[in-house]
Each structure stands twice: as structure tokens, then as C-alpha cells.
């Protein structure tokens, strides 16, 4: 499949001055600036403003965002290991295409984890538990504005604070390296066949369980929000054949 090289969308990161000069006190310490860069990049990835396939050059991000080229190097290698980018040799690097296989094993990933997370949440503190209403509450507002990047960015909120109701907050990183597989798929679902609406439906199931100190239900009723993005992964594909990974 031929490579996609379009133009390099803006970026938005608390960046060095543009004439690059040393970094002052009034400036981002080199690892704020390292770390900006690395979630600019990650975030246009799975928000798909740079689209799979696309061509990235470490000379054109850094030339957009303002910064040397250094830190635009660092955060690829960290992306190509969370698989977001690939290094081909002798060609360049480029976003991932979307993989069923991974999406597979993101959903195996997160089933282990989450729904043994949402049945120890229910035996919380009823005062921690009720806070999962009150994002609940965010998300939905959120999407009813059609604030997609901010319903999604709440749905981290809800997932983690399940974790850390659990007792479990550390099991996060190895959580959301899982959930970086699926991402992509939840942003391109939300226009595609309104996941966000779905979720949401699912996130009251969880809620509920987990309010009524239902481990049992919290854990079914979270596996089933787990799996539902294979119900129209069918649909995207159809619709962004372009974006997947060719078999």
C-alpha cells in the first residue's frame, strides 16, 4: 500500500521560543518541553490528525512545534515501541495502520485487568464510589456539546478511577499502554456509528453496579463495554478500508 505523506497539521505544546535560544528560567525545562512534544505527537496520533499510514519526518514535526530536533526523536522511539509509529528502514517513519491483532489483544489486556478491577471497586468506600457519578456526569455533558476530546479524555478519568478504587492505581501504565490499541478505533467510532452514546450507556451499567456494591454485575456489565468496539470495527473498516493493516 503506497504511504501517505501530507502536510504536517499544527501542534499545540508549551514549547521553546522559535529562534530556539537557550532555555531560561522563564522557559520549559528540557524534560517539560521532551515530555510536551511526546503527548503532541501521541495525542494528534490517536485523535487521527495524523492519519495511519502518513509519513513523518523528525526535520517537519520539529520545524512545527518549534523545537530542536532531539526531542522529536526521543518521542518517536517511544512511540514506535507503543506501536503508534513504525521505523522502516531505508524509508522513513510512519503511523501505524490500524491492526486487528491488536485491537484483539487490547481487548484481552484490558478484560483481565478492568473486570477484576470493577468487581473489587464495588467494596469501596461508598463516598470514593460516588464519584464515578459525578464523571459520568462530565462525559455526558461533554458529548452533548459534541466535546468528543473531552468526552474521551473523561473516559480515562472514569477507567482510572476504577482502578484506584480497586486498590490497584499502578496497574494504569500497563492499562493504558493496552488502551493506546483501541484508541484510534474509539475516536473514528464516535462520528462513525455513535460509540460515544453507547459508551456512556455502558458507563451507567458499570456506575450502577459498582454504586449497588455488586461486584458480579460491575465485572459483567464491564466486560460487555470492554468488547463493544468489535461490534462496528466492521463499520469503520468499510468506511476507512485505507487505515487498516492489509493482511
Not at 463516598?127 to 457519578?133: I, N
Request: hydrophobic share 45%.
Amino acid at each position: 500500500m503506497a504511504r501517505v505523506r501530507p502536510q504536517i497539521p499544527e501542534l499545540s505544546t508549551p514549547m521553546q521560543p522559535a529562534d530556539r535560544t537557550p532555555v531560561a528560567a522563564s522557559t520549559p525545562a528540557r524534560g517539560q518541553i521532551g515530555r510536551g512534544v511526546y503527548e503532541s505527537i501521541r495525542s494528534a496520533i490517536l485523535e487521527c490528525k495524523f492519519l495511519p499510514g502518513m509519513a513523518l519526518s523528525e526535520q517537519a514535526v520539529s520545524d512545527e512545534m518549534q523545537v530542536s530536533r532531539a526531542p522529536v526523536r526521543e518521542a518517536f522511539r517511544q512511540l514506535v515501541v507503543e506501536g503508534l509509529l513504525e521505523s522502516v528502514p531505508q524509508r522513513g517513519t510512519f503511523v501505524s495502520h490500524l491492526s486487528r491483532a491488536r485491537i484483539a489483544d487490547a481487548i484481552f489486556v484490558r478484560a483481565v485487568i478492568e473486570c477484576k478491577a470493577a468487581e473489587l471497586a464495588a467494596n469501596a468506600p461508598l463516598s470514593q464510589r460516588k464519584a464515578l457519578k459525578e464523571l459520568l456526569k462530565r462525559q455526558g455533558a461533554a458529548s452533548a456539546q459534541k466535546y468528543y476530546s473531552t468526552h474521551l479524555s473523561v473516559d480515562e478519568e472514569f477507567h482510572h478511577h476504577i482502578l484506584v478504587l480497586a486498590g490497584h492505581p499502578h496497574a494504569w501504565g500497563p492499562l493504558r499502554l493496552a488502551r493506546t490499541g483501541m484508541n484510534r478505533i474509539r475516536h473514528l467510532a464516535i462520528p462513525a456509528v455513535g460509540s460515544n452514546n453507547i459508551a456512556i450507556d455502558q458507563h451507567k451499567a458499570i456506575v450502577d453496579a459498582i454504586l449497588a456494591g455488586d461486584g458480579v454485575a460491575a465485572a459483567e456489565a464491564m466486560r460487555l463495554h470492554i468488547q463493544s468496539p468489535l461490534t462496528f470495527v466492521d463499520a469503520i473498516e468499510q468506511q476507512f478500508p485505507g487505515y487498516f493493516e492489509q493482511v
